[in-house]
């Protein structure tokens, strides 16, 4: 017997993860634990099927530490606020102007209705709103009062054109070329910011626009690439998919509706037998990191948690829950270059110290409060 890998019992209770202090009543009695890694040896059926009971219940308790922790972090903190500055160009006709209305709608109802952004952050530029001048006082507005914690998105819904060297999002009157949206972008203090442009030719706007701390995405690879896109409808439709949140955690990322954008613009061009016209491209300024960790807001209103941030101890905290949801995103997007045990015990680790900091949260304002 290899007595580097025979496992017993007084062992697994040793190497027992921490989390079951905090969850022990929601997970497996730890004699089912035990009785799993009783001694065995390696190269018999008896030691590979107690490994494989292990596996699973090791898979059970992150199950339900999963379920827990969603519980208990149900309650976003309002810290930080998303902003939404919506803007549909120039239509050209009757039928793209009630298709551009159509998926800004769809795109702020489920901002509201699913992620809890208020009316009062949320700005819709349409007709003749969504001129140079007024799209330059939304983000002057922006500036004012966005803060380097809260999170913007911009969506661009309309058409692009692209002279070889210039590119611009078509509004009524003078355009906005790439120049003048990166002064614009230039002006937010906020360190969390998404831009996404779903219109033809919008590809050449993303080297000019990638930032650090900045999403770029765009419908087109390319400036030439000037055909109308799909891409704005699948989007928008993401938010409100279910199917598009693939790790289940009741929020659709902007990393999950480009993917899912993606998907479904190079399945209808299949499915119609045509040539790939457009394709969707993102630019994560945040190592590969951001996108996954942005939403459109918070979560349920009737979950939210406030937190004063005035008070040095809750920034603190704040900041503290904030740097490990970004831990969480990074690990997800590394999941497939780990074996499924060393994902399975970070994420293990991640979430217990998401729960703990979450309640700390809590408790620290609940006294604040009193």
């Not at 007084?10 to 079951?20: G, I, Y």
């Not at 219940?57 to 992150?62: E, F, K, T």
């Not at 709103?129 to 998105?153: H, I, N």
């Not at 045990?341 to 979450?358: D, F, G, I, S, V």
């Amino acid at each position: 017997m290899n007595p580097g890998v025979c496992v017993n019992a007084e062992h697994a209770k040793s190497a027992e993860p921490p989390f079951s202090r905090v969850f022990q009543p929601f997970l497996p009695a730890p004699s089912a634990w035990s009785e799993a890694s009783r001694t065995g040896a390696p190269g018999c059926s008896a030691y590979r099927e107690k490994r494989k009971a292990l596996r699973s219940l090791r898979s059970l308790r992150l199950t339900a530490l999963l379920g827990m922790c969603a519980l208990l972090c149900a309650t976003p903190v309002l810290a930080q606020q998303s902003h939404l500055l919506v803007i549909t160009g120039v239509p050209g006709d009757e039928e793209h102007a009630k298709q551009f209305q159509k998926w800004a709608d769809a795109f702020v109802d489920a901002a509201k209705k699913k992620d809890s952004v208020p009316d009062a952050n949320i700005t819709l530029l349409t007709d003749r709103g969504a001129t140079k001048e007024g799209v330059e006082k939304a983000f002057a507005d922006l500036a004012a009062q966005v803060k380097p914690s809260d999170a913007v998105v911009i969506l661009l819904i309309g058409h692009g054109s692209f002279n070889g060297q210039q590119a611009a999002f078509n509004l009524p009157g003078p355009d906005l070329t790439v120049g003048d949206w990166g002064k614009l972008l230039g002006k937010l203090p906020s360190q969390r910011v998404a831009f996404i442009n779903t219109s033809s030719s919008s590809g050449a706007f993303l080297p000019a626009i990638a930032a650090p701390g900045r999403v770029v995405i765009t419908a087109t690879k390319t400036g030439g690439e000037r055909n109308e896109t799909q891409f704005p409808e699948f989007f928008t439709a993401a938010f409100g998919d279910p199917t598009a949140d693939r790790d289940r955690n009741g929020h659709v990322s902007i990393a999950e509706a480009f993917d899912y954008a993606k998907a479904k613009v190079v399945q209808a061009f299949q499915q119609k037998g045509n040539l790939l016209t457009e394709h969707a491209t993102m630019d994560d300024g945040g190592e590969g990191q951001l996108a996954a960790s942005m939403f459109l807001g918070i979560g349920r209103a009737d979950a939210a948690l406030t937190a004063d941030t005035s008070d040095p101890a809750v920034k603190k905290l704040v900041d503290e829950k904030d740097a490990i949801d970004r831990q969480i995103a990074a690990l997800k997007l590394r999941k497939s270059s780990l074996t499924e045990a060393q994902y399975e015990e970070q994420m293990e680790k991640l979430l217990t110290e998401l729960a703990l900091k979450t309640k700390a949260i809590r408790d620290a304002q609940s006294k604040k409060d009193k």
